[in-house]
């Protein structure tokens, strides 16, 4: 994930370069339930309105709690399906709060509602993310259900209005680009916290859907619009937060940007990116799926490491007997083509692997959806 604010207000206001705090443990996204009240086109885990078989009982779920609070995983990030239909969704998130963990949502936003509000800013989510994928009937499209713009909309204000942090999570594709400055617009007229702006990844009903991806100069003209919205809101004192993630690029880009428009701060950008390290997938970012198979991360649904109910999640992550994870664990990763040409791996850290093992069958080619030109690759 690269937090494009975070970055900008280093462009206006420099801090000094720290040495580099490694996460404790990694991120662990959790696909609670595979149950969903909605059939998204882009869906990664094509989720459905069903029951699915063997899914993860509660006592079974914070047993794995257990593990993951003794590796150290700082922050647990509920989703689905959707997580709200999950029985003890609740009960789950009280006790996760009560060990400790930083604990995000995310949801639809359809079903949060006057009935249940109490109850989720009871828990105190550090953050709700909702997923919209434009305004009114494109959001509907896409989410293939009449008036789920509305209803979303609706539950992120819920949440504002609660005082929890609340955000919108936006992927782009060619079908959705013409409603995004709209989406921007949207933060303003509805006093959002949070901008998360995803880029097509092939995993699930995505993958199916990937000749919707957005054309690379339309996903750069995206970014110039995102790059300048954050640059005015960080002027104006808004205090918002705008990410982008699954294109680690964006982050490659973004420095060229800063080299046009504030050259004397590309140095000091470039040393802060490096920081980052890019693509985190196997490493500081985990996915468990509904079943208990663990992934490196939330697009791999194809690729198991191993399962929770027999073998520990904090034994399973550092096994690296897997080419894949001992691949993404390794530092340069053994990135070919384009992607092991590239002058700024130790920025981007070969983007998104999944979209190259879909289209090469090679989880080390380079990365179909880079956008970079060649000139923009090189020293």
Same mark, same amino acid.
């Given at each position: 994930?690269?937090?494009?604010?975070?970055?900008?207000?280093?462009?206006?206001?420099?801090?000094?370069?720290?040495?580099?705090?490694?996460?404790?443990?990694?991120?662990?996204?959790?696909?609670?339930?595979?149950?969903?009240?909605?059939?998204?086109?882009?869906?990664?885990?094509?989720?459905?309105?069903?029951?699915?078989?063997?899914?993860?009982?509660?006592?079974?779920?914070?047993?794995?709690?257990?593990?993951?609070?003794?590796?150290?995983?700082?922050?647990?990030?509920?989703?689905?399906?959707?997580?709200?239909?999950?029985?003890?969704?609740?009960?789950?998130?009280?006790?996760?709060?009560?060990?400790?963990?930083?604990?995000?949502?995310?949801?639809?936003?359809?079903?949060?509602?006057?009935?249940?509000?109490?109850?989720?800013?009871?828990?105190?989510?550090?953050?709700?993310?909702?997923?919209?994928?434009?305004?009114?009937?494109?959001?509907?499209?896409?989410?293939?259900?009449?008036?789920?713009?509305?209803?979303?909309?609706?539950?992120?204000?819920?949440?504002?209005?609660?005082?929890?942090?609340?955000?919108?999570?936006?992927?782009?594709?060619?079908?959705?680009?013409?409603?995004?400055?709209?989406?921007?617009?949207?933060?303003?007229?509805?006093?959002?916290?949070?901008?998360?702006?995803?880029?097509?990844?092939?995993?699930?009903?995505?993958?199916? +859907?990937? @000749?919707?991806? =957005?054309?690379?100069?339309?996903?750069? /003209?995206?970014? *110039?619009? &995102?790059?300048?919205?954050?640059? $005015?809101?960080?002027?104006?004192?808004?205090?918002?937060?705008?990410?982008?993630?699954?294109?680690?690029?964006?982050?490659?880009?973004?420095?060229?940007?800063?080299?046009?428009?504030?050259?004397?701060?590309?140095?000091?950008?470039?040393?802060?990116?490096?920081?980052?390290?890019?693509?985190?997938?196997?490493?500081?970012?985990?996915?468990?799926?509904?079943?208990?198979?663990?992934?490196?991360?939330?697009?791999?649904?194809?690729?198991?490491?191993? +399962?929770? @109910?027999?073998? =520990?999640?904090?034994?399973?992550?550092? /096994?690296?007997? *897997?080419? &894949?994870?001992?691949?993404?664990? $390794?530092?340069?990763?053994?990135?070919?083509?384009?992607?092991?040409?590239?002058?700024?791996?130790?920025?981007?850290?070969?983007?998104?692997?999944?979209?190259?093992?879909?289209?090469?069958?090679?989880?080390?080619?380079?990365?179909?959806?880079?956008?970079?030109?060649?000139?923009?690759?090189?020293?």
């Amino acid at each position: 994930m690269f937090r494009l604010s975070q970055y900008m207000r280093e462009v206006l206001q420099p801090t000094p370069i720290k040495p580099i705090r490694k996460p404790s443990g990694p991120v662990v996204i959790w696909n609670l339930i595979r149950r969903c009240n909605l059939t998204c086109k882009h869906c990664y885990t094509t989720s459905a309105d069903i029951d699915f078989p063997g899914e993860l009982t509660t006592p079974e779920i914070y047993q794995v709690m257990d593990d993951l609070k003794g590796f150290k995983v700082p922050v647990l990030i509920l989703s689905g399906g959707e997580p709200l239909l999950h029985p003890d969704i609740f009960e789950i998130s009280q006790h996760a709060k009560e060990m400790g963990f930083y604990l995000a949502l995310s949801s639809n936003g359809t079903l949060i509602t006057e009935k249940n509000i109490k109850q989720i800013a009871d828990i105190n989510y550090q953050y709700v993310g909702v997923s919209l994928d434009g305004i009114g009937e494109t959001h509907d499209k896409f989410r293939q259900k009449k008036g789920s713009f509305s209803d979303s909309v609706k539950g992120i204000g819920l949440c504002r209005d609660n005082g929890i942090k609340a955000g919108i999570r936006y992927t782009l594709t060619k079908d959705n680009v013409h409603d995004f400055p709209a989406m921007l617009k949207l933060m303003d007229d509805e006093n959002i916290d949070k901008f998360y702006l995803s880029h097509l990844n092939y995993g699930g009903r995505g993958n199916k +859907n990937r @000749k919707s991806d =957005a054309e690379f100069q339309m996903t750069r /003209d995206v970014m *110039d619009q &995102l790059f300048e919205q954050c640059l $005015q809101w960080e002027k104006q004192g808004e205090e918002r937060e705008i990410v982008t993630g699954n294109n680690d690029a964006d982050a490659v880009y973004f420095l060229h940007w800063v080299k046009r428009n504030f050259p004397d701060s590309a140095k000091h950008i470039q040393a802060k990116l490096q920081q980052w390290g890019g693509n985190a997938s196997g490493v500081n970012v985990a996915n468990i799926d509904n079943l208990g198979n663990v992934h490196p991360d939330t697009f791999w649904w194809n690729h198991n490491l191993g +399962n929770v @109910k027999d073998r =520990a999640f904090s034994e399973i992550w550092q /096994d690296i007997s *897997d080419p &894949l994870m001992a691949g993404l664990k $390794q530092s340069p990763r053994p990135l070919q083509g384009r992607c092991g040409d590239c002058h700024y791996q130790a920025i981007c850290n070969g983007n998104t692997r999944v979209r190259a093992q879909q289209i090469f069958d090679n989880p080390w080619a380079e990365d179909p959806g880079c956008y970079l030109d060649a000139s923009e690759i090189v020293k």
